[in-house]
């Protein structure tokens, strides 16, 4: 039985400082083409497991880059695949700054690959303004399928993970972790998304919480790992919601391999 343990999940300070430094410099490189300011922090925040505090090392870095709202009227107004040719434009302006490093379009990001395996996957997004406001959301490119637009929410979902992982006591953070860990030493020939991970735990944790100072233990007749199999037994793929934004998560692809996960805890 592979059980959650409480906070050995931290990443160390030295890649921490690794991730910042690429970060800074990434945001740099893209205010600088797009805002004309040299800026290293403007425009820019990280999502994805890593904005969502559940990143672990081998995890990904997501990063989601503001730009201007008049690149999205520019790129929507093109006839081919505007979304595709606004990846194109991200990745030249990483590229002046990282000439010797890949860096790709996929789909809706730009992976920018390092040679000591970190990697990281750049969104570029737009306000989404309705009526002269911005409604909290976020517009981004999927160069898929000839190209669309798609919406995200990162700040409502970061604001909830916090929000459940304190209710749980640090359980929440602890469990999306673990369940990354497992996929890395065990399964790591198959993909898991970091989404579809943290929004089935913040469901499945269902009051389950570490033990408080003076709290004593009650008692269960199912151990944590399992009342977390046992709801994933009890659900669909079609029925996984992010937390705080409420967007669908499509689970499709990675449903079964976040069951094999989850039977290795149990077991």
């Not at 916090?162 to 790591?188: E, P």
């Not at 009650?218 to 977390?228: A, I, P, V």
């Amino acid at each position: 039985m592979e059980k959650v343990r409480k906070s050995n999940y931290s990443i160390d300070k030295e890649t921490r400082a690794l991730i910042s430094l690429r970060y800074k410099t990434i945001t740099k490189a893209i205010n600088r083409e797009f805002w004309n300011s040299f800026s290293e922090t403007d425009h820019s925040r990280y999502v994805g497991s890593y904005g969502r505090g559940t990143a672990i090392n081998v995890s990904d870095l997501d990063i989601l880059v503001e730009l201007p709202y008049e690149e999205y009227k520019h790129f929507n107004s093109l006839a081919y695949n505007g979304p595709s040719r606004l990846l194109q434009a991200i990745k030249k302006a990483i590229q002046e700054t990282y000439s010797r490093t890949e860096v790709h379009g996929d789909g809706q990001v730009v992976v920018v690959s390092f040679s000591d395996g970190m990697r990281f996957e750049v969104l570029p997004a737009f306000k989404n303004i309705k009526w002269g406001v911005w409604d909290g959301t976020y517009i981004y490119p999927d160069s898929n399928m000839g190209g669309n637009w798609l919406s995200t929410n990162p700040k409502a979902e970061q604001e909830a993970m916090v929000r459940i992982n304190n209710d749980s006591n640090g359980l929440l953070y602890d469990t999306c972790k673990h369940i990354r860990t497992i996929r890395a030493n065990y399964f790591s020939s198959y993909h898991l998304s970091g989404i579809l991970i943290d929004s089935f735990v913040s469901m499945a944790i269902q009051g389950w919480h570490w033990l408080r100072n003076g709290e004593e233990k009650g008692y269960s007749s199912t151990s944590y790992e399992q009342s977390l199999l046992n709801y994933y037994n009890s659900i669909s793929f079609i029925s996984i919601y992010a937390p705080g934004s409420g967007m669908h998560v499509n689970a499709y692809k990675d449903w079964d391999i976040l069951g094999k996960v989850l039977n290795k805890m149990a077991a």
